[in-house]
């Protein structure tokens, strides 16, 4: 028992899903950033904002974020979106809990 409580404990703070108006702000933001994306047979070549999110921090890592997730094989559309949604939520909250939360 001490030792399920001992490993309950160390549990990252990822492992506790972000409140549900977050989720809702950040893809409802992803929704409204436009891209510039060269691509070559399905990697990122260069990238671009060509219209804001309204936030700062989701421009600067869409990005960064749409790389991520084509490299991992997601190059339609929709899974794309999804993926670079999903990369900027964790990146986003990660960045909200700040540095102590990684130690």
């Not at 990697?43 to 309204?54: D, E, I």
Request: with cysteine; net charge positive; hydrophobic share 45%.
């Amino acid at each position: 028992m001490i030792a399920l409580l001992a490993l309950a404990a160390l549990q990252p703070a990822l492992a506790t899903p972000p409140p549900a108006n977050e989720i809702v702000v950040i893809a409802e933001r992803m929704s409204r950033i436009k891209l510039r994306l060269s691509r070559k047979k399905g990697v990122l070549k260069s990238c671009r904002v060509r219209a804001s999110s309204g936030d700062p921090v989701v421009d600067g890592y869409a990005c960064e974020a749409i790389g991520a997730c084509m490299a991992e094989g997601a190059t339609k559309r929709g899974p794309l979106a999804d993926c670079a949604t999903d990369k900027v939520l964790a990146f986003y909250m990660d960045r909200k809990r700040g540095p102590e939360a990684s130690e």
